[in-house]
Protein backbone atom coordinates (compact mmCIF):
# COMPACT_ATOMS: atom_id res chain seq x y z
CA UNK A 1 0.00 0.00 0.00
CA UNK A 2 0.87 3.73 -0.60
CA UNK A 3 1.83 5.84 2.71
CA UNK A 4 -1.44 7.17 4.24
CA UNK A 5 -3.84 4.82 2.63
CA UNK A 6 -6.95 4.05 4.50
CA UNK A 7 -7.39 0.94 6.33
CA UNK A 8 -10.54 -0.99 7.00
CA UNK A 9 -12.26 -3.04 9.91
CA UNK A 10 -13.10 -6.45 8.37
CA UNK A 11 -15.76 -7.07 10.02
CA UNK A 12 -17.87 -5.50 13.29
CA UNK A 13 -16.73 -6.17 16.43
CA UNK A 14 -14.71 -4.38 19.46
CA UNK A 15 -10.90 -3.11 19.90
CA UNK A 16 -9.01 -5.42 21.23
CA UNK A 17 -5.63 -3.13 21.76
CA UNK A 18 -4.50 -0.14 19.75
CA UNK A 19 -1.23 1.82 19.79
CA UNK A 20 2.24 1.10 19.80
CA UNK A 21 3.92 -2.60 19.57
CA UNK A 22 6.91 -3.17 20.76
CA UNK A 23 7.29 -6.69 19.58
CA UNK A 24 7.99 -5.47 15.56
CA UNK A 25 4.15 -4.34 14.68
CA UNK A 26 4.58 -0.78 15.37
CA UNK A 27 1.45 1.36 15.16
CA UNK A 28 -1.26 -1.54 15.21
CA UNK A 29 -5.23 -1.87 15.63
CA UNK A 30 -5.98 -5.45 17.14
CA UNK A 31 -9.90 -6.02 16.32
CA UNK A 32 -11.90 -8.83 18.55
CA UNK A 33 -14.81 -10.56 16.56
CA UNK A 34 -17.30 -12.80 18.02
CA UNK A 35 -17.00 -16.55 16.39
CA UNK A 36 -20.86 -17.57 17.08
CA UNK A 37 -19.72 -20.56 19.06
CA UNK A 38 -18.73 -18.36 22.57
CA UNK A 39 -15.29 -18.00 20.89
CA UNK A 40 -12.93 -14.71 19.50
CA UNK A 41 -11.36 -14.25 16.00
CA UNK A 42 -8.83 -11.54 16.13
CA UNK A 43 -7.97 -9.38 13.18
CA UNK A 44 -4.69 -7.41 13.48
CA UNK A 45 -3.64 -4.63 11.34
CA UNK A 46 -0.24 -3.41 11.84
CA UNK A 47 2.64 -0.87 10.85
CA UNK A 48 -0.03 1.90 10.58
CA UNK A 49 1.17 5.41 10.99
CA UNK A 50 -2.22 6.77 12.81
CA UNK A 51 -4.21 4.59 14.44
CA UNK A 52 -7.61 5.46 14.73
CA UNK A 53 -10.20 3.73 17.26
CA UNK A 54 -9.35 3.68 21.31
CA UNK A 55 -9.15 0.18 23.06
CA UNK A 56 -13.09 -0.79 23.66
CA UNK A 57 -14.24 1.04 20.95
CA UNK A 58 -17.19 -0.84 18.68
CA UNK A 59 -16.59 -1.06 15.30
CA UNK A 60 -18.69 -2.07 12.12
CA UNK A 61 -17.65 -3.53 9.06
CA UNK A 62 -15.92 -0.78 6.93
CA UNK A 63 -14.93 1.80 9.73
CA UNK A 64 -11.95 3.21 8.79
CA UNK A 65 -9.12 2.19 11.75
CA UNK A 66 -6.25 3.75 10.80
CA UNK A 67 -3.53 4.56 7.87
CA UNK A 68 -0.87 2.04 5.65
CA UNK A 69 2.78 3.34 7.22
CA UNK A 70 6.01 1.59 7.55
CA UNK A 71 6.05 1.44 11.75
CA UNK A 72 7.80 -0.93 13.78
CA UNK A 73 9.70 -3.90 11.62
CA UNK A 74 8.58 -3.07 8.10
CA UNK A 75 10.79 -2.53 4.72
CA UNK A 76 8.16 -1.04 3.12
CA UNK A 77 4.62 0.82 3.42
CA UNK A 78 1.79 -1.73 3.24
CA UNK A 79 -0.69 -3.23 6.00
CA UNK A 80 0.05 -6.86 7.55
CA UNK A 81 -3.13 -8.17 8.13
CA UNK A 82 -3.35 -11.32 9.87
CA UNK A 83 -6.20 -13.27 11.63
CA UNK A 84 -6.28 -15.49 14.36
CA UNK A 85 -8.83 -17.73 15.77
CA UNK A 86 -8.98 -17.69 20.34
CA UNK A 87 -5.31 -16.44 20.68
CA UNK A 88 -3.28 -13.90 19.64
CA UNK A 89 0.61 -15.91 19.20
CA UNK A 90 1.19 -17.30 15.97
CA UNK A 91 -0.21 -20.98 17.31
CA UNK A 92 -3.68 -19.25 16.72
CA UNK A 93 -2.83 -17.59 13.10
CA UNK A 94 -5.49 -18.59 10.67
CA UNK A 95 -4.46 -19.30 7.08
CA UNK A 96 -6.32 -18.11 4.41
CA UNK A 97 -6.29 -17.12 0.78
CA UNK A 98 -8.08 -13.39 1.02
CA UNK A 99 -9.50 -14.17 -2.23
CA UNK A 100 -12.30 -15.69 -0.57
CA UNK A 101 -14.84 -13.44 0.44
CA UNK A 102 -14.69 -11.08 -2.26
CA UNK A 103 -17.91 -9.14 -2.84
CA UNK A 104 -19.29 -7.46 -6.10
CA UNK A 105 -22.95 -6.68 -5.77
CA UNK A 106 -23.50 -9.49 -3.02
CA UNK A 107 -21.81 -12.14 -4.98
CA UNK A 108 -18.93 -14.44 -2.89
CA UNK A 109 -16.44 -16.30 -5.20
CA UNK A 110 -14.17 -18.44 -4.71
CA UNK A 111 -10.84 -19.52 -6.78
CA UNK A 112 -12.21 -20.98 -9.34
CA UNK A 113 -13.50 -18.05 -10.41
CA UNK A 114 -9.88 -16.07 -11.02
CA UNK A 115 -6.76 -16.93 -12.97
CA UNK A 116 -3.12 -15.44 -11.98
CA UNK A 117 -3.16 -11.82 -13.05
CA UNK A 118 -6.98 -10.94 -12.80
CA UNK A 119 -7.78 -7.42 -11.47
CA UNK A 120 -10.94 -8.08 -8.86
CA UNK A 121 -13.14 -5.24 -8.45
CA UNK A 122 -14.46 -5.07 -4.91
CA UNK A 123 -16.16 -2.71 -2.24
CA UNK A 124 -14.91 -1.52 1.32
CA UNK A 125 -17.67 -1.28 2.81
CA UNK A 126 -21.29 -3.12 3.02
CA UNK A 127 -22.91 -0.54 3.81
CA UNK A 128 -23.80 -1.00 7.81
CA UNK A 129 -21.73 1.31 9.04
CA UNK A 130 -22.08 4.93 7.43
CA UNK A 131 -19.17 7.29 7.65
CA UNK A 132 -20.11 10.83 6.81
CA UNK A 133 -17.01 12.87 6.22
CA UNK A 134 -16.82 16.75 5.38
CA UNK A 135 -16.70 15.87 1.44
CA UNK A 136 -20.02 14.03 2.13
CA UNK A 137 -23.50 15.36 0.53
CA UNK A 138 -24.59 14.33 4.51
CA UNK A 139 -22.08 17.34 5.94
CA UNK A 140 -23.20 21.08 5.61
CA UNK A 141 -22.66 24.20 7.85
CA UNK A 142 -24.08 26.85 8.63
CA UNK A 143 -22.15 30.20 9.07
CA UNK A 144 -18.47 31.05 9.01
CA UNK A 145 -15.83 27.98 8.77
CA UNK A 146 -12.92 27.46 6.79
CA UNK A 147 -10.69 24.04 5.62
CA UNK A 148 -7.37 22.95 6.37
CA UNK A 149 -5.07 19.76 5.65
CA UNK A 150 -4.86 16.65 7.63
CA UNK A 151 -7.92 14.44 9.41
CA UNK A 152 -10.06 11.89 8.40
CA UNK A 153 -10.23 10.94 4.59
CA UNK A 154 -11.46 7.65 2.44
CA UNK A 155 -8.76 8.81 -0.09
CA UNK A 156 -5.92 8.53 2.46
CA UNK A 157 -3.69 10.73 4.15
CA UNK A 158 -2.66 13.08 0.98
CA UNK A 159 -6.30 13.66 0.80
CA UNK A 160 -7.39 14.67 3.88
CA UNK A 161 -9.21 18.08 5.33
CA UNK A 162 -11.46 19.14 8.11
CA UNK A 163 -13.29 22.17 8.39
CA UNK A 164 -12.88 24.59 11.24
CA UNK A 165 -14.16 27.51 13.16
CA UNK A 166 -13.40 30.32 16.03
CA UNK A 167 -15.09 29.05 19.24
CA UNK A 168 -18.00 31.91 19.96
CA UNK A 169 -18.23 32.37 24.06
CA UNK A 170 -21.61 31.32 24.80
CA UNK A 171 -23.37 32.29 21.72
CA UNK A 172 -24.61 30.15 18.85
CA UNK A 173 -23.44 31.46 15.15
CA UNK A 174 -21.27 28.87 13.36
CA UNK A 175 -23.00 25.41 12.98
CA UNK A 176 -22.05 21.91 11.43
CA UNK A 177 -24.43 19.08 10.53
CA UNK A 178 -24.06 15.48 9.79
CA UNK A 179 -27.07 13.26 8.08
CA UNK A 180 -26.27 10.05 7.59
CA UNK A 181 -28.86 7.56 5.44
CA UNK A 182 -28.97 4.78 7.76
CA UNK A 183 -29.86 1.03 6.09
CA UNK A 184 -31.71 -0.29 9.01
CA UNK A 185 -33.87 0.55 12.26
CA UNK A 186 -31.50 0.04 15.50
CA UNK A 187 -29.41 1.44 17.42
CA UNK A 188 -25.87 3.15 16.17
CA UNK A 189 -22.67 3.83 18.54
CA UNK A 190 -21.84 7.24 17.37
CA UNK A 191 -18.19 8.29 17.17
CA UNK A 192 -16.96 11.91 16.01
CA UNK A 193 -13.56 11.48 14.60
CA UNK A 194 -10.90 14.54 16.07
CA UNK A 195 -8.22 15.38 13.51
CA UNK A 196 -4.83 16.95 14.98
CA UNK A 197 -5.21 20.33 12.94
CA UNK A 198 -7.77 22.58 14.25
CA UNK A 199 -8.81 21.12 16.95
CA UNK A 200 -7.86 22.78 20.35
CA UNK A 201 -11.46 23.49 21.86
CA UNK A 202 -11.43 21.02 25.54
CA UNK A 203 -15.44 21.70 25.41
CA UNK A 204 -16.66 20.95 21.80
CA UNK A 205 -20.66 21.28 21.48
CA UNK A 206 -22.15 18.50 20.04
CA UNK A 207 -26.11 17.94 20.02
CA UNK A 208 -27.62 14.68 18.55
CA UNK A 209 -31.02 14.17 17.83
CA UNK A 210 -32.34 11.01 17.66
CA UNK A 211 -36.35 11.43 17.07
CA UNK A 212 -38.03 13.89 19.14
CA UNK A 213 -35.04 13.73 21.77
CA UNK A 214 -32.01 16.03 21.90
CA UNK A 215 -28.77 14.85 23.83
CA UNK A 216 -25.98 16.95 24.85
CA UNK A 217 -22.49 15.77 24.58
CA UNK A 218 -19.32 17.95 25.11
CA UNK A 219 -15.92 16.83 23.73
CA UNK A 220 -12.12 17.89 24.85
CA UNK A 221 -10.65 17.78 21.38
CA UNK A 222 -7.42 19.31 22.09
CA UNK A 223 -6.88 15.65 24.37
CA UNK A 224 -7.92 13.15 21.67
CA UNK A 225 -6.26 14.20 18.72
CA UNK A 226 -6.81 11.44 16.02
CA UNK A 227 -9.41 9.41 17.38
CA UNK A 228 -13.10 8.30 17.50
CA UNK A 229 -14.78 9.39 20.31
CA UNK A 230 -18.03 7.62 21.21
CA UNK A 231 -20.91 10.63 21.94
CA UNK A 232 -23.13 7.60 23.25
CA UNK A 233 -25.47 5.39 21.54
CA UNK A 234 -29.32 6.17 19.81
CA UNK A 235 -31.85 4.74 18.75
CA UNK A 236 -31.84 5.03 14.54
CA UNK A 237 -34.70 4.43 11.82
CA UNK A 238 -33.89 3.71 8.22
CA UNK A 239 -33.41 6.59 5.80
CA UNK A 240 -32.61 10.59 6.59
CA UNK A 241 -33.30 12.36 9.29
CA UNK A 242 -34.04 10.77 12.40
CA UNK A 243 -31.11 10.33 13.81
CA UNK A 244 -28.48 13.59 12.82
CA UNK A 245 -25.61 15.30 14.58
CA UNK A 246 -24.78 19.31 15.62
CA UNK A 247 -21.65 20.77 15.95
CA UNK A 248 -21.78 24.34 17.85
CA UNK A 249 -19.47 27.03 18.06
CA UNK A 250 -21.02 27.69 21.55
CA UNK A 251 -17.59 26.15 23.70
CA UNK A 252 -18.01 28.96 26.46
CA UNK A 253 -14.31 30.07 25.54
CA UNK A 254 -12.63 32.82 23.41
CA UNK A 255 -12.52 33.27 20.20
CA UNK A 256 -8.62 32.13 20.07
CA UNK A 257 -9.64 28.49 20.85
CA UNK A 258 -10.61 26.38 17.20
CA UNK A 259 -13.38 23.77 16.94
CA UNK A 260 -12.89 20.96 13.92
CA UNK A 261 -15.55 19.34 12.35
CA UNK A 262 -14.63 16.15 10.27
CA UNK A 263 -15.94 12.67 10.07
CA UNK A 264 -18.94 11.45 12.27
CA UNK A 265 -19.42 7.00 11.99
CA UNK A 266 -22.70 4.89 13.12
CA UNK A 267 -22.13 1.78 14.30
CA UNK A 268 -24.54 -0.53 14.26
CA UNK A 269 -25.09 -1.88 18.00
Given at each position: M???E???A????T?Y?????????G??????????????????????V????V??AV????????????????S?????????H???????S???????????????Y?????D??????????????P??????S???T???W????Y????G?????F??????N???????A??????P???????????????G???????????????T?????Q??????W??L???????G?G???????????E??T???????????P?
Amino acid sequence: MNYGETIYAAGPGTVYFSGWNSAGWGYEVVLQHPDGSGGWYYTRYAHLVYYFPVTGAVVGNGSPIGYADNTGNSSGNHLHFEMYHNGLTSGYSIHFTPIYGVRSNGTTYDDSYFDVGDSVNHDYFDGTTPTIDDRDSGFSTVSSWWTAAYGFDRGGLSNAFTHWTYSNGNTVDSRAYWQPNLPSNRNYAVYVFVPNNYGTTTNAHYVIKSGTTYTNKYVNQNANNNDWVLLGTYAGQRGVGYLTVELRDDTGETSTTYIAADAIMFVPN
